[in-house]
């Protein structure tokens, strides 16, 4: 069956040129045979003169150079199909009606030679050309027999038998046609539904590379036949096929396992030991021969993310809606509070008024912080080396805070670079620092902060640590949480907005659980070239 069709050779597709090929082959094989006959026995042809022997032997020559030369020629010059059938087969017609003239007439049984000959053009010929051919062969053994009369005696038998051939002629070279057109028909019909069954596999196969989810196929015992890039990435997988799947993920070749024992549900929670992502399996059966399962393998992350800007987008438009609402009565508020505190009345309406102006710049805190997170999308990232931006950084910090200088310490390994949106990393490190000096001692290097590269290749750690109590066990799974504050003047925003900054940057902020003196957070970014 052929995947495609070729109509540049004289409009003939691949498969006509190859039957007539055959055609070709076959006459070759009964010409070669037919001169070897004569050639080595001539005893078979006694009825015959010395002469009319050696033309026999000619005749055979002859004819085996002409089916060599077809043969050649159709597999050289691939043009003009019709006239190159039509020449090899009255060609056949001449030869045979000669050999069988010699032989006796249709009584030598080489008559049966031109059904086969007439058979074939049928199956390689088309339309009325194949009346043609037998319609020659019928006049051919006819002109025969009427020869043979005249120069001998008539027989009325033979006539007969000649009409019969005739008849034979037609009805085999008709059967052969339709039984030609029939299997061409259907060649050609498997030809477009194999086109079809191709272009619809490509189409999938681009689906599935594009899909954001990895794709796994794997047989019963646990074997991945087929993945996409996205699979690839989510478990390390390597471009070979026939992997294992509890060597990349046991986690996943448990729930694989379980599943098809039917002891749990169709979606599993793991994580991925090689890219350390948490992911969320679902196994769907097929109805392949083999009874393969596809599994589809969704980023936990991803989806939390995407969880997050819906909710961040909500609180963006909720928060332009809604702050110059808020910031116009404080505004007020403050304005109002500060014309009364210079009045100079007694200590405890200054006091009152002093709390007023406290909040007053407590709810400022909050409606800017939460303007600056729904600003969180607009990244804008950039290759930034610490080396320069952090001591900078620490002297600006330390002039409006009104604080000494040196409780902050750096230490710097490696590249010591950064890719990160600009603004953002100011926001992350002010809040970071701010809440490391709250509940640090404040004496010098009370506050370290260290620049290291990461555990993998391409990926930096910033490292901000500060000797206070630290964090309790029962606060760590607070602490990123929006408006907790352990403070009494806090917002409750500042670690959670450089939480959310950091993750828009496609960086970590993490509590670490060490043994540090106090509460030790970290940074994980890349430090390679920025996308």
Not at 401 to 420: H, K, Q, T, W, Y
Request: net charge negative; aromatic share 8%; glycine share 8%.
């Amino acid at each position: 069956m052929l995947t495609s069709v070729d109509f540049s050779a004289g409009g003939f597709s691949e498969t006509h040129w190859k039957s007539l090929r055959y055609f070709n082959f076959y006459r070759f094989l009964i010409a070669g045979l037919l001169f070897v006959s004569s050639l080595l026995h001539p005893s078979l042809y006694s009825v015959l003169s010395i002469d009319q022997r050696l033309g026999h032997l000619a005749l055979t020559s002859f004819y085996l150079l002409m089916t060599t030369l077809a043969l050649i020629v159709t597999h050289r010059y691939r043009r003009r199909f019709n006239l190159q059938l039509s020449a090899n087969v009255l060609v056949d017609i001449f030869v045979i009606t000669t050999l069988m003239h010699t032989g006796g007439g249709l009584g030598s049984g080489l008559g049966a030679m031109l059904l086969a000959t007439l058979a074939g053009a049928g199956l390689v010929g088309q339309g009325r050309l194949v009346l043609f051919y037998a319609a020659v062969a019928t006049l051919s053994v006819l002109f025969e027999q009427l020869y043979r009369a005249l120069a001998y005696d008539f027989d009325a038998a033979g006539f007969f038998q000649a009409g019969v051939f005739s008849a034979g002629f037609f009805a085999v070279a008709i059967s052969a046609r339709l039984l030609a057109r029939r299997v061409l028909a259907n060649e050609e019909l498997a030809r477009q539904r194999g086109v079809e069954l191709r272009n619809q596999m490509l189409i999938s196969q681009r689906v599935i590379e594009e899909m954001q989810d990895g794709v796994l196929v794997l047989t019963q015992n646990g074997w991945i036949k087929q993945h996409n890039p996205r699979a690839e990435g989510l478990l390390g997988l390597v471009s070979l096929p026939d992997a294992m799947l509890s060597n990349c993920s046991p986690e996943l070749a448990l729930g694989f396992a379980r599943w098809r024992d039917r002891s749990t549900d169709d979606s599993v929670v793991v994580n991925a030991p090689a890219s350390g992502l948490q992911l969320r399996a679902r196994f769907v059966p097929t109805e392949s021969s083999e009874r393969d399962v596809l599994v589809f393998l969704e980023d936990m992350g991803r989806l939390q993310a995407q969880a997050q800007q819906l909710k961040l987008a909500a609180l963006g438009r909720l928060t332009a809606n809604i702050a110059h609402e808020i910031r116009n009565p404080l505004s007020a508020i403050s304005y109002a509070g500060e014309l009364m505190l210079e009045e100079h009345r007694d200590a405890t309406h200054a006091r009152l008024l002093q709390i007023v102006l406290d909040n007053t710049q407590r709810l400022e805190r909050i409606v800017s912080d939460v303007l600056e997170l729904g600003r969180r999308d607009r990244a804008h990232r950039e290759s930034i080396l610490l080396r320069e931006y952090l001591p900078l950084f620490i002297e600006e910090y330390a002039i409006k805070e009104n604080v000494a200088a040196d409780i902050f310490r750096l230490e710097f390994s490696g590249p010591a670079m950064i890719c990160f949106d600009r603004s953002h990393f100011h926001q992350v490190l002010w809040n970071l620092i701010g809440n490391a000096l709250r509940h640090s001692q404040r004496h010098p290097g009370s506050v370290c902060l260290t620049v290291q590269n990461g555990a993998h290749e391409g990926l930096l750690e910033l490292h901000i640590v500060d000797d206070g109590e630290g964090v309790s066990s029962a606060q760590r799974e607070q602490i990123f949480e929006p408006f907790f504050t352990t403070h009494n003047r806090g917002t409750g925003l500042g670690l959670y907005i450089a939480r959310e900054l950091s993750e828009a940057n496609g960086a970590r902020l993490e509590l670490q659980n060490d043994n540090s003196p106090g509460a030790h957070f970290r940074v994980t970014g890349r430090s390679d070239e920025c996308q």
